[in-house]
Every structure is written in C-alpha cells, then in structure tokens.
C-alpha cells in the first residue's frame, strides 16, 4: 500500500512516520515538500504518488495568529484539506484528517458526542470545522479524528513550556478554569494506525470520532501534574512546590476564545475498536520523560 503522509516534521506526523510503516510504502512529506498554502502543487505531489491512503498530520495551529490571518488559516485548514478530499476521492484512498475540540463553543460539562452541534468560537475552530465540511462535501472515504490538548516529545507544546518556565521561574499562573483530556501525539497515531486496519477490514466504518484520553483535568492540573514528575525525577526545577497559581481565564486574555468544556466522548471509537483508552496521565508522563531524557 502507498501511503502519503502530510505533515510529517509536527507533533502527531513525527509518530505517525513510525506506526504506519507496517501498512506499506510512507511517502513522508514535511512543509519543504509540501506546502498546504500551494493547493495546485499540493494537489499534483498527491497525485504523483498515486498513494492508497492519504493521512493528513498538517494544519494551520497557531489558533491565537488565526484571529488576524483567517485567510491563511482558511487556506490551510480549509481549502487544502478539500484537495486532498478531492485527490482522495479521485484515487480511491482512504483519506485520514485530524480535527479539534474547537470546533465546539466549550459550553457546558458534559463530554461532547461526535453528533453534538458545532459552535466554534474562534478563527482557528471556524477553519477547522469547515476543513470537516470539505471532507463530507467531497464524498471520498474518510476517517477524521477530533482531538484535544495534544503533546509529546517531538515539537512544542504546553508540557514542554512548562518544564521550561518552571526551570527558569520561581511561580507561575496557569488557567484552571477550562478543562479537557490531555492527549499524546503518540496514543493519536497508535490509534490512528489500529483504525485504519480495522477500516481496510471492513471492521470499522468510515467517518467522524472523537479521539482523546480518558479522564480529565485544567491547563493548571497538567502543569502542576507535569511539573512535580520532573522535580520527582530529579530535573532541575527552579519553581517552588505550590507556587503555581490557579488563575480564570478572565484573568489571561488571549486573542483567540479558548473553550472552557473541552471534553470529547470517545465511546463510539473505543467500542467500534474494542479499546480502552488510557488515562491523561499515562501518556503525560512519557512526554515528560522524554522531554528531559530520562
């Protein structure tokens, strides 16, 4: 099987490089080989591989920059994705697309089912949904994944902010007011590879699911949580136990609305795959340590 995989050097690509080598032939591509913003190029680097499966790892993510450069946003989030929808349906591949919590307005506490409706508060959300939009418009075979709070060891995220800010100050002050599940880029692609072979199968249906780890907590818990299995571990951590301050999200204005309920019902991809996700935790702890090479 011929495989074309978009974003490739990001957080969720890194992994998926490794865990869709046993599906057949990966043709990796980094923003150096294929750049989202160039639909025509794009649509033709596709096309030259005639891959039996396309797995877009590539977006526009800085959500706060969003809120002034839509139109980029857009272009990437939106338009490309429909590309390769279109490439997708032309090939007859499976195309897998990654989408995000934004999409809703973060009202509420009850996890968000995948037929829930959309309400995104944000430029980034707005362009994302719509790169959902373009899936279904283009009637190719599809599997998209929304997914939330997203970390490893590869690329920046939160964890690694954290241990680096907590490294360099004595107190810091972390949202605890919007809650949502971790989730590594590691457990994204282990899924991601375990779902495409259940599809070839005809044991999973194409379509939407939800795909985060289990249980919940705030930005303040993940800090708190990620900063103390450093200290444990014996990584140089200037900040003082409990000096890290839980603050409202009132009180760190951003550009972009950050939803407060950011909880995704994973149920009907852990039943339709027979999986039992693993709590946040698990997976934060294998970012830290390897975020600081234990």
């Not at 934004?102 to 508060?121: A, K, M």
């Not at 044991?203 to 780890?213: E, I, Q, V």
């Not at 909880?263 to 027979?274: F, I, K, P, V, W």
Request: aromatic letters at 4%.
């Amino acid at each position: 099987m011929k495989i074309v995989l978009l974003g490739a050097n990001g957080q969720v690509g890194h992994e998926l490089a490794r865990t869709l080598l046993p599906l057949g032939t990966v043709h990796a591509l980094r923003h150096a080989d294929a750049d989202l913003t160039e639909l025509t190029t794009l649509a033709q680097r596709v096309k030259d591989v005639r891959p039996d499966l396309i797995v877009n790892a590539a977006a526009y993510t800085a959500v706060d920059r969003a809120e002034s450069d839509e139109a980029t946003a857009h272009r990437v989030n939106a338009l490309a994705v429909g590309v390769l929808a279109d490439a997708a349906r032309s090939a007859g591949a499976l195309l897998v697309h990654y989408s995000t919590d934004y999409v809703f307005d973060g009202s509420g506490s009850r996890p968000w089912q995948e037929t829930d409706p959309t309400g995104p508060q944000s430029a980034y959300g707005r362009t994302k949904l719509a790169g959902e939009a373009a899936i279904a418009a283009s009637g190719c075979r599809a599997l998209v994944f929304r997914t939330s709070w997203v970390h490893g060891g590869h690329g920046g995220n939160f964890i690694r902010t954290m241990l680096k800010l907590a490294a360099e100050r004595e107190a810091l002050s972390v949202v605890a007011d919007q809650i949502g599940a971790p989730t590594s880029a590691e457990l994204i692609a282990d899924v991601t590879m375990l779902a495409i072979a259940a599809c070839r199968q005809d044991r999973l249906d194409t379509g939407l699911y939800h795909l985060s780890a289990a249980g919940e907590t705030s930005w303040h818990g993940l800090a708190v949580h990620a900063i103390e299995r450093a200290r444990r571990l014996g990584h140089p951590v200037r900040i003082d136990q409990g000096a890290i301050r839980a603050i409202a999200t009132a009180d760190y204005p951003t550009p972009a609305r950050r939803p407060a309920n950011s909880r995704l019902d994973t149920d009907m991809l852990a039943s339709a795959l027979g999986l039992a996700l693993p709590e946040w935790t698990v997976h934060a702890d294998r970012t830290v340590d390897q975020l600081i090479g234990h």
